[in-house]
């Protein structure tokens, strides 16, 4: 294609017609998006209502533990390992609903780099068979997901994995 004035004129307008209206449509999209899911942002509403939007989004044991979504291996290609991460799953279930404030926060930073759960947020929970000293919990803030050991053979293994990361009282060689 040789270069004229009318092709630079037309590549000049479609640059322009795609950075002011259709690059700044997905922007208003999100912020569409956030209008929903955080409403009294938005609404006008003074401190008193934001401070209290936010306890509203503070960590419980049952909004956490509804908030997770385990993603357990299909039954039909290795029934024994979904036995042990229901079984495990069970086990960090326990652990939060035991679980109090500060650690349920604690928990959610490890978790989503946030003190806060949103509004239909959801926890993956995926599994790998580790063992030892490897089997410690690692998260992945970016997609809230949560990797733990189907070889956990109590609660109080998982339990005492789950206080080692998130409590740091250990220096990180320790683990």
Known sequence: ???????????????????????????LLQFAAGLKVYPVLFSGSGEAALV??????????????????FQYTDAEVDLDAREL??????????FLESAGRDTLVKFLVFLTASDVLPPAATLNVIFNSTQDMQRIPRSMTCSTTLTLSRLYISEE???????????DDLPFDSY
């Not at 294609?1 to 922007?27: C, E, F, G, W």
């Not at 509203?56 to 509804?66: E, G, H, Q």
């Not at 991460?85 to 326990?94: D, F, H, I, S």
């Open 52 to 69: 209290s939007y936010r306890q509203d989004l503070a960590p419980t044991a049952d909004r956490i533990v509804a908030a997770l979504c």
């Open 1 to 27: 294609m040789d270069v004229t004035s009318d092709n630079v004129k037309t590549t000049i307008l479609q640059l322009a017609r795609y950075h002011t209206l259709h690059k700044p449509s997905a922007a």
């Open 157 to 167: 293994d998982l339990a005492e994995d789950m206080r080692c990361v998130l409590h």
């Open 85 to 94: 991460e229901e079984r495990v799953a069970g086990y960090l279930k326990t």
